[in-house]
């Protein structure tokens, strides 16, 4: 089979500016909506997967497995685990074995100010650092234990609504009409911790009026769950369950996929009106050639010749619009951070996403070519050399 | 053996309830380097021949011999490629296409055949300088009055050396100087270059440039002329209604 020369299907594209114009603008629209389902889906994922380290144990309450927040176990199960359990991982005689409160608190900028929102605040002791390596410091210092301090993540701005002016190093925090003063910044790229508020234990403990903490936090060294797991039923008075970190954060990605089935179902009927869109102009446009393609077939080019000119044309335009789409969705989507109950996610606008939004745009230019092609050459050849 | 052979060609359609039957049992050869004209009043048939005669519609029932092969057995995708190697077709209204040059319009049926770029060069050209447009080759259809559009579907038509061109009224949107230089050229084709022309007209002075005119009415021959200029058998009629000519 012999093809009509692709100069034929860019030049049509100039044909009419106007319509060339509204399936590019069509195809920007419904690729920037794919990218941003499909970064907002991923952003999400690997946030909250990127949470757990794969040699990590949570120790919680029983029975409070989905929620580490509804979690309280003793202060003293950090001791007895880093007593009883061998073989977990430590560094100059100290267990990595983080004792930690969990909780969503209020927050106000000012003293006797509403609250401008909840934070999520972990009490920590230095032994966090360990256990979580995604953190590291990017500024000021670790808060002293037992001072009103803390440590703001690098989405925490993002988590309450605020510019990150206010959330910089010497600011001022209140919480339940007591002031935190902010000593230093960390990070934790692509993972909750990123937009938490971290505060000494004890700082937390009074605060939130408890004596009891969330979760022990261990890692793994020469040891197995199964050491870890054999510790919890052997100590059934302490009441504790043993989840995996990783299997923990993937069971709250598992909670969000309501939330990430709405994304999709929403960009999906939305891309299907600019599908429809795309489709009427497509149709418009070889409708006013169905003449043309009369003499084309008159010249002995076969209808297939002519359905991938047709193709050819439409994914150029397609082609336009998604990379114009992709490059709009780096400078404009990319990071920007998106708050959830567990904290803020930045959108991720990387390769795959960017991939998955050009496909959709392809496919979108092939699907609005087909069915207009074929429509243009259902007419006997005969016939279109009648068309007006 | 004559070029074309048409024995008991019919053409029917179904239009709502009734049946059109705008080619009834044609009997028709026609011989190599023939330039025949049809005519006749609207709905009668002669578009219908012309179209079938090309291979861009296919009869109801009958055969359709052109240089020894049935193209009325044809598939609709070997018909496309008959097309490509044996008609150059000649609208009324040019048919050029409007985002390509004067020399790809004409370079356009070439890309169906297997020749190089200096090749199909070569030959546009030659086209192009056949039809007195070889300064206008770059110039696209909406830079070319009507006249020069349809010299350049003339030079389209005969890029590929087809053995027949037909001409659906080539003259029908011209004016008398571009419709006589349009038919000047198209009886160089037949006369210079041996050419077999079919063309469908209207206009009894254009089909004094052929040397024969069939007259069709309601599917059917009804009439022949051959013109005094010209001299010899170039049609041989099998309708009831014809003899010989």
């Not at chain 1, 925090?173 to 000593?183: H, Q, Y």
């Not at chain 1, 992709?326 to 920007?336: K, M």
């Not at chain 2, 024995?7 to 028709?28: C, E, F, H, M, V």
């Not at chain 2, 004209?37 to 052109?66: F, H």
Request: net charge neutral; aromatic share 6%; with cysteine.
């Amino acid at each position: 089979m012999r093809r009509l020369p692709f100069d034929y299907a860019a030049r049509n594209l100039g044909r009419s500016p106007l319509r060339l114009s509204i399936s590019v603008v069509g195809s920007v629209l419904v690729v920037v909506l794919a990218i941003s389902a499909y970064a907002f889906v991923r952003g999400m994922d690997r946030s909250l997967v990127g949470s757990g380290s794969p040699n990590n144990v949570i120790l919680l309450g029983a029975g409070s497995e989905e929620s580490i927040e509804r979690s309280e176990i003793s202060t003293s199960v950090a001791s007895q685990v880093q007593a009883t359990i061998p073989g977990l991982k430590s560094q100059a005689g100290q267990a990595y074995v983080s004792p930690e409160v969990h909780a969503a608190l209020a927050v106000s900028i000012e003293k006797d100010a509403e609250p401008i929102g909840q934070a999520v605040f972990r009490g920590v002791t230095p032994a966090a650092f360990s256990v979580h390596p995604q953190v590291r410091m990017i500024e000021g210092r670790t808060p002293q234990t037992g001072a009103d301090e803390l440590l703001v993540g690098q989405l925490a701005s993002a988590r309450l609504g605020l510019s990150g002016d206010r959330l910089a190093v010497g600011q001022q925090l209140w919480i339940d009409d007591r002031p935190f003063t902010i000593v230093g910044r960390f990070a934790a790229p692509n993972t909750v911790m990123n937009a938490e508020v971290w505060v000494p234990l004890t700082s937390i403990q009074t605060l939130t009026r408890r004596e009891g903490i969330s979760c022990v936090v261990l890692t793994l060294g020469d040891a197995e769950f199964a050491d870890v797991d054999l510790f919890v039923k052997s100590r059934v008075d302490l009441e504790l369950a043993a989840i995996m970190e990783t299997e923990y954060y993937d069971q709250l990605s598992a909670f969000y996929q309501p939330v990430k089935m709405m994304v999709w179902i929403t960009a999906l009927l939305i891309g299907a009106g600019g599908l429809l869109g795309g489709l009427n102009t497509m149709y418009a446009a070889f409708a006013s050639r169905i003449r043309e393609v009369g003499t084309l077939q008159s010249l002995g080019y076969s209808r297939r010749a002519i359905v991938i000119s047709f193709l050819q044309e439409s994914l150029l335009a397609a082609a336009t619009g998604a990379v114009l789409g992709s490059l709009i969705s780096l400078a404009l989507l990319d990071g920007i951070s998106i708050r959830f109950s567990m904290g803020a996610f930045g959108l991720l606008v990387d390769a795959p996403t960017i991939g998955f939004g050009i496909a959709i745009g392809l496919l979108l230019g092939v699907i609005g070519s087909i069915p207009p092609a074929l429509r243009c050459l259902r007419l006997p050849i005969a016939e279109a050399l009648k068309a007006n | 053996m004559a070029m074309i052979e048409c024995r008991q060609l019919s053409k029917t359609y179904r239009k709502g309830a009734s049946i059109i039957k705008p080619l009834d049992s044609l009997d028709l050869d026609v011989e190599q380097g023939s330039f025949l004209a049809l005519m006749g009043p609207s709905g009668s048939g002669k578009t219908t021949l012309l179209n079938l005669i090309a291979g861009i519609d296919q009869p109801t029932s009958g055969s359709l011999t052109i240089a020894g092969q049935n193209i009325a057995a044809l598939s609709r995708s070997k018909l496309a490629s008959w097309r490509a190697k044996h008609v150059g077709y000649v609208f009324q209204l040019y048919n050029l296409v409007p985002v390509l040059t004067a020399y790809e319009n004409v370079e356009l049926p070439m890309l169906l055949h297997p020749l190089s770029r200096k090749q199909r060069h070569e030959r546009v050209g030659t086209a192009l300088s056949l039809v007195g447009l070889a300064d206008r080759h770059d110039h696209y259809p909406r830079q070319l009055s009507g006249g020069q559009e349809q010299r350049v579907a003339i030079a389209r038509a005969i890029v590929t050396d087809p053995q027949i061109i037909v001409a659906d009224e080539p003259t029908g949107d011209l004016d008398k100087p571009s419709a006589h230089a349009v038919m000047s050229l198209l009886v160089r084709l037949n006369q210079e270059l041996g050419k077999t022309l079919i063309m469908v007209t209207h206009d009894a002075a254009t089909a004094e440039h052929a040397g024969l005119t069939l007259h069709l009415d309601k599917g059917q021959l009804v009439e022949q002329s051959v013109t005094a200029a010209f001299s010899g058998e170039t049609a041989t009629t099998h309708a009831d209604e014809g003899g010989d000519a």
